[in-house]
């Protein structure tokens, strides 16, 4: 069953009278059960893909296309209608986690509160349910963190924390924005042990930098550049064989290649090049590569490529 | 070139008990003219105060710091000033480096200024060198901070730090901020750029890989402690202390996907 279909998304901001297209034309489906890798450069719009689904762009965001959620586009919704999907249907950890929680309210508050809203349970029942999901995503003594505040925690223990908020209404679909992110290895390690065991009858789509816990935990890859998807498919297929020049770049810059960059920069939103709008750093680039966008094509079973060298 | 004897901090919290707590406990270490010690550990374990006090930014409680053959916790104030040019600082987040409402030339003129080391034109053109150095366009000159990319504020920030010719160079978790193929592209920048001049470097992670490929030695630290110093394939032939066997293991069991194919 397909839980979540994006279809032909765009977005753009508007920036002083101009329109930047930040997001292309994005096709995106994701089956009930199933774990979505999303990667790709810093800027190239992971961000906003994820919180267009969560309807949180600010006002200045033109969205075009269908993000459809079961049975409802969600683009139609009015407010009051997507607040009851968000954190009870939906929910999202979201990056910068040491931002998001709120350093004036205890960890018991922050946690419980969006038990009471969305399933109207006593606030004894809900701190209940609390010290269980502290408890089981490894926070030492729970009863006491409930009345401690997230600056007494440390920066995996916070993320943890947000984890436990997050699943306390048990969303059906995940939307992880690099959960991971500056934690050392041991901590990540935990987290991804704790994601993996509780996102398992969940619908999960995880938007990283981390190529390492993007296999641990996903089936799915999806690759995005400049706005677009330049390759999408098995998780272990595209790793070991990557097909595009991009995700073969993104890999050899990985430390344990030994560091070797994509040379050049990637372009911003407003200039991406005409052509495919990664000749300018690949070096497989043809003439025909300045002139024609590349389409994304499939190339085998689940298997996409844009490239105009698989033509 | 750069000795750490001892050196123990300490901070006092707690207004009335007056609750001792110890960041950095009893660590030494030294780091050859041109070779680079990588410091790994994970979060909250004192890495980021023990590169401060490396540099005297943070006054250690105990302990003695010696540079190129001169005690530096025994300087005055003002012998210290003049030390400070031959070492500098390169921070995990590049804004905390730059200020907002400086644009580029001004924010890398601006060591020039403050040493009084060239003359206006001389310094236009040291900036334009410098950001040449750093792999960056002439034309991003006039631009402030928020139009720039992470990485590219990355690389004023590095530009900055080596506009005096430093000698010994601290960088605290330099690319954590940035994503894989960004930080492969500042990371290398970095270490051409250390080899050409001879620079010093003391270099903090949590991200061993990225420790393995920078540092001649490593120095695992945990929760004040260094628990080991090794040279780089060393510790991973043989690492002496249990914790850094957890780390490598990890390490490798996250990598297991790595190389297969490539
Ligand atoms: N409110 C906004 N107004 C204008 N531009 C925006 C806005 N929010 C994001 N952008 C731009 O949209 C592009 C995509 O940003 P996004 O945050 O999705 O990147 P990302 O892929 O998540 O990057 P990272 O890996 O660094 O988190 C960037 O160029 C960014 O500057
Ligand atoms: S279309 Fe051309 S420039 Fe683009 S990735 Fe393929 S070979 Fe490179
Ligand atoms: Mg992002």
């Not at chain 1, 809900?126 to 440390?154: G, N, T, V």
């Not at chain 1, 290895?185 to 398992?200: A, D, N, P």
């Not at chain 1, 930098?209 to 999408?232: F, K, P």
Request: with cysteine.
């Amino acid at each position: 069953m397909q839980l979540l279909e994006i279809t032909g998304l765009q977005v753009s901001f508007i920036k002083d009278r101009e329109i930047i297209h930040v997001i292309d034309s994005v096709n995106l489906t994701l089956e009930a059960h199933e774990s979505c890798a999303l990667v790709g450069e810093s800027g190239c719009g992971k961000t906003v893909l994820g919180m267009a689904v969560m309807r949180l762009l600010p006002s200045n965001a033109q969205i075009e296309g269908s993000i459809r959620y079961r049975e409802t586009n969600l683009l139609e919704l009015n407010s009051h209608d997507m607040l009851q999907i968000l954190g009870k249907e939906i929910g999202m950890i979201p990056q910068n986690s040491a931002m998001v929680l709120n350093p004036v309210m205890t960890i018991g508050r922050q946690i419980t509160e969006s038990l009471v809203l969305h399933e109207g349970i006593s606030s004894k029942t809900a701190d209940e349910k609390a010290i269980y999901l502290l408890k089981r995503m490894d926070i030492p003594d729970p009863h006491y963190a409930l009345s401690q505040y997230p600056h007494e925690f440390s920066g995996g223990m916070r993320e943890r924390i947000l984890i436990a908020i997050v699943l306390a209404c048990e969303p059906t679909l995940i939307i992880a924005d690099e959960p991971t992110a500056g934690l050392d290895i041991l901590v990540r390690k935990q987290t991804i042990e704790l994601l993996m065991e509780h996102s398992r009858d969940k619908t999960f789509l995880l938007i990283t930098h981390d190529l390492g816990t993007a296999h641990e935990l996903c089936s799915r890859i999806v690759v995005m550049y400049a706005g677009e998807i330049v390759e999408s498919g098995n998780t272990r297929e595209v790793l070991s064989m990557p097909m595009h020049p991009y995700t073969q770049g993104l890999l050899t810059s990985h430390p344990s290649a030994g560091l070797h960059p994509i040379p050049g920069m990637s372009p911003n939103p407003g200039s991406f090049p005409e052509g495919c709008r990664f000749y300018t750093r690949c070096s497989s680039v043809q003439d025909l590569c300045t002139k024609e966008h590349p389409s994304l094509k499939e190339t085998g079973k689940m298997r996409k490529v844009r490239c105009l060298r698989y033509d | 070139m750069i000795e750490l004897k001892g050196i123990t901090k300490e901070y006092l919290s707690g207004i009335i008990s007056k609750h001792k707590k110890t960041v950095v406990s009893d660590v030494s270490f030294s780091i050859k003219k041109g070779e680079t010690l990588g410091i790994v550990g994970e979060s909250g374990c004192g890495k980021t105060t023990l590169g401060r006090i490396a540099l005297r930014l943070t006054e250690p409680t105990l302990g003695e710091i010696w540079f190129d053959g001169v005690e530096i916790t025994a300087l005055s104030k003002s012998s210290m000033r003049k030390m400070r040019p031959r070492m500098q600082i390169i921070f995990q987040d590049p804004d905390t480096a730059l200020d907002p409402r400086m644009t580029i030339r001004d924010s890398i003129a601006e060591p020039f200024k403050i040493w009084e080391r060239s003359g206006r034109h001389e310094t236009n053109e040291k900036v334009l060198e410098m950001l040449d150095i750093v792999g960056l366009q002439p034309d991003l000159i006039s631009r402030y901070p928020f139009e720039l990319s992470g990485g590219q504020k990355q690389r004023v920030a590095l530009a900055r730090a080596l506009a005096l010719d430093p000698e010994f160079i601290v960088a605290d978790e330099p690319t954590s901020a940035l994503d894989l193929s960004v930080q492969a592209q500042v990371l290398s920048l970095f270490q051409g750029i250390r080899e050409k001049k001879g620079i010093t470097l003391l270099f903090i992670s949590h991200d061993l890989q990225v420790i393995r490929n920078m540092a001649d030695c490593i120095a695992v630290m945990k929760e004040g402690v260094i628990l080991e110093i090794q040279r780089t394939s060393d510790l991973f032939a043989s690492p002496g202390h249990p914790y850094t066997r957890q780390l490598i293991d990890a390490e490798i069991e996250g990598e297991a996907w790595f190389g297969k194919g490539i």
